[in-house]
T-cell receptor, first 115, second 113 residues
Framework: AQKITQTQPGMFVQEKEAVTLDCTYD???????LFWYKQPSSGEMIFLIY??????QNATEGRYSLNFQKARKSANLVISASQLGDSAMYFC????????????FGAGTRLFVKA | DAGITQSPRYKITETGRQVTLMCHQT?????MFWYRQDLGHGLRLIYY???????DKGEVPDGYVVSRSKTENFPLTLESATRSQTSVYFC????????????FGPGTRLTVL
């Protein structure tokens, strides 16, 4: 069965430090996409970063990078130089290429950035 | 304005009533999705649609009905609302394909009394 696991319900990080949010996934598909979304307290869902299963390089978008380890089925999000505005819920998601491109989400990690 | 909109943003209803949540996107995205978000569960897919007149079930479809007669609209109907359907509902859309992120609407907070 397809599954996304985020084992950290909550995380604290000091402002300006880096933080890693964990995500492991389970799939029998060979081709899939991995996404991270941010949900601030206002409630909207904001796309952060994408990694394709065949991409050899780890994805980066500004202060966000995705540490993709395919053999371990992990797709951890690294936020460098944390800012107070990074305090939010973060969701890892996987989009399949079979079954109509359905996307499944993890339960999320709440990040608190301390001043 | 371009984008994806949901209406209403807030809705209170009673058990047994029919409720329809509206979703409209202006990008002509082929895919549209409905999710519900509950504490501790992240987002769970209710239904999705690959194109007009093509819909399919997600993880938690029971008690919900969808239709998609036009590409831009994807309404979600609760035929007979139950308290367990109290949740925040998100509509999303994306281009065709594995590599494309989903764009989310602002959400509808539904309370069933």
């Amino acid at each position: 069965a397809q599954k996304i696991t985020q084992t950290q319900p909550g995380m604290f990080v000091q402002e300006k430090e880096a933080v890693t949010l964990d995500c492991t996934y389970d799939t029998s598909d060979q081709s899939y996409g991995l996404f991270w979304y941010k949900q601030p307290s206002s409630g909207e869902m904001i796309f952060l970063i994408y990694q394709g299963s065949y991409d050899e390089q780890n994805a980066t978008e500004g202060r966000y990078s995705l540490n993709f380890q395919k053999a371990r089925k992990s797709a951890n999000l690294v936020i460098s130089a944390s800012q107070l505005g990074d305090s939010a819920m973060y969701f890892c998601a996987m989009r399949r290429t079979t079954g109509g491109f359905k996307t499944i989400f993890g339960a999320g990690t709440r990040l608190f950035v301390k001043a | 304005d371009a984008g994806i909109t949901q209406s209403p943003r807030y809705k209170i209803t009673e058990t047994g009533r029919q409720v329809t949540l509206m979703c409209h996107q202006t990008w002509s995205h082929s895919y549209m999705f409905w999710y519900r978000q509950d504490l501790g569960h992240g987002l769970r897919l209710i239904y999705y649609s690959a194109a007009a007149d093509i819909t399919d079930k997600g993880e938690v479809p029971d008690g919900y009905v969808v239709s998609r007669s036009k590409t831009e609209n994807f309404p979600l109907t609760l035929e007979s609302a139950t308290r367990s359907q109290t949740s925040v509902y998100f509509c999303a859309s994306s281009l065709y394909g594995r590599d494309n992120e989903q764009f989310f609407g602002p959400g509808t907070r539904l309370t069933v009394l």
